[in-house]
């Protein structure tokens, strides 16, 4: 899809050659050819030209939509399903890994067949399998079996009973990715090459105006009641307007350069780079498509990714993105030419690939996110094992002392093993019951992973996902554990009041 820049400065055209030296000459840096391989250049020449224009229309789709990774909220959460805990070695170093297990009714050919689905948290992240159970069989396999599915080696894997863990495995896999996006939108004139130069550039011309609104509506900071972006919507520090919009059911606010506070006394714009500089994905719009750019130039560590925009004479808009290496290639592939005649078309295009290059960005195992986030899964799984195995410093499991150990009942077409043959059917109704008030509260505040139009009648637009169980006088203590107060007055906001209370 994209090839690297794999290029000596001595190699280059005379007028790139020229342009490094002015770069250089203007900043001080001393660029070398290694700095040109920390990106990839994609400009559409990777396709031929005579590909159908129509085919790359139906290839626009978002890539890991949370449907498929968000399956712990999807699947499990408020149904009946077991948990478990093991450590393996990792080199010298003791690691923990989480399994997570549901038996559930898959239709086939207008038949209900019953069908396995299991989670895997590790230090690498999450891995997902499913598969039909064989003929007759309504139970999973053994943890120890599912765990070598995933390749560990265990000689012991704890249950963990406690209902309290569903919050703490909504934690885990929220560490996936982000539900809602931040992208910069940096304007560059024509002749401009270093970033000290873009961010100085105090308003844009019309039709880079015209293109932040093609991106989004222009809004009042200030009626943000959403996802924010990091703008301060109370203080006014960071400007008055901004553009938002919606895409694939997520909220995108871009930070606009011209739009974030100017100070003539700061030649850097330092308020201007601590937002573009902290987005993961830009838009560089250029007056002059021929004037020669280099990401290496926009000093960020957290920038993997810059779309150059441009507009030629007869209205089109091209194209051209630069990724670092670090960052798996990514969808949708760029035609040839990169030209795009029907503005709407070229919106839903540029904001599929930024979507889809960030989710890339976030979960590429070489990228600088990595390193932190295998720090975060490391010391979540910890937590875990500390707060709820015998084995461990916490509480281990501590529902037992309130009589609701929850082990699977006998005749559970859930039942993982033999030990768990002594759940009652109480404890797994409330074990469900809890998981419910929480999948409930997360769409009530908006920040369930399919529900993020936030500020929205959210509620009311999600379709509950579980079967409502048989209750008892329990329920109002299940909203308080889970910290979702049940009063009536609380509802009417969403417009749907809470599920049925069957006695």
Known sequence: ????????????????ASAIASIRQHTGDNLSASDLEAFRCEGGSQRSNSTDRAALKGNILLENPESETRWYFKYFLGHAHQNYITGYLLGNQTQFAVLSVVVEAHSQAGTAVPQCRAICWRLTGSERIVFPLPKGQKQAPEPKALFAQFGLSCKKAEEITNPDV????????????????????LYAKAGQRSDDEMFSNEHGSEAFDEFCSLLGKKVLQSELGGFRGGLDVRGGSTGKWCHQSVEYGKEILF???????YSRDNPQQLERKRHLGNDICNIVYQE????????????SKFNHIFVLVSKTASG???????????VPEFGPALPNP???????????????KLLNGEKAALNSPNASFAIKRRRTL????????????????????????????????????????????????????????????IKIGKIAASSAPTSTLSGSNALKSI??????????????????????KPRSKRWPKFKTPPPPTHT
Not at 288 to 299: S, V, Y
């Open 463 to 484: 379709e509950l996902t579980w079967d409502h169980v048989v209750t008892s006088s329990r329920s109002s203590a299940l909203f308080n554990l889970s910290k979702q």
């Open 255 to 261: 930070h606009v350069s011209t739009l974030l506070p």
């Open 378 to 437: 490391s010391a979540l799984l910890s937590e875990l094992n500390d707060k709820y195995t015998t084995v461990g410093k916490g509480r281990a499991n501590s529902f037992r002392s309130k009589t609701l150990r929850l082990t699977p009942a006998k005749s559970s077409p859930m039942r993982l093993s033999p030990k768990s043959s002594k759940r009652s059917g109480s404890s797994e109704a409330f074990f469900r019951e809890y998981g419910q008030s």
């Open 1 to 16: 899809m994209g090839e690297p820049l794999r290029r000596s400065v001595g190699d280059l055209d005379p007028r790139t």
């Open 338 to 352: 990169p030209e795009f005649d029907d503005p709407h078309e070229f919106r839903h295009f540029l904001l599929t």
């Open 316 to 326: 089109s808009y091209t194209l051209k993105v630069y990724s670092k290496n670090s």
């Open 166 to 185: 569903q919050q703490d495995l909504l934690t885990l896999e929220e560490q996936e990715g982000a539900v809602n996006f931040k992208i910069g939108v």
């Open 288 to 299: 002059d498509p021929d004037t020669p750019f280099f990401p290496e130039m926009i000093k």
